[in-house]
């Protein structure tokens, strides 16, 4: 997953720096770096790049952020539903040898 995601992240930042938007000088100026920066902001849903931005760039950051919610919300809630299947499974067990001490007192 992570060289898939590095891999989309320069993907990403390729097409961000040939479809940048251009015409004003006052613009700060986008390079590959510059756009590998946005595109990493993108996939982990920190943001993107501000202004007023051509639709095909619109585009790429709309698409950025869906391959985003596979990359990154997807594994991370089965991680997280793993954790908290073993955290049951383990208070579970817990909580029998809990009742079987309890019983075993009991008699």
């Not at 919610?69 to 991680?79: R, V």
């Not at 817990?94 to 009991?106: D, F, I, V």
Request: aromatic content about 12%.
């Amino acid at each position: 997953a992570g060289v898939m995601a590095i891999g989309l992240i320069i993907f990403t930042a390729v097409l961000m720096y040939y479809l940048r938007p251009r015409g004003n000088d006052n613009e700060a100026p986008w390079s590959i770096p510059t756009t590998m920066y946005y595109s990493t902001l993108m996939l982990t849903g920190q943001g993107g790049p501000e202004g007023d931005l051509p639709w095909y760039t619109k585009s790429i950051v709309l698409l950025t952020g869906l391959f985003s919610i596979g990359m990154f919300a997807i594994p991370a809630s089965m991680l997280t539903w793993g954790f908290e299947a073993e955290a049951a499974r383990v208070a579970s067990k817990t909580r029998k040898r809990h009742l079987r001490r309890m019983a075993g007192e009991s008699e």
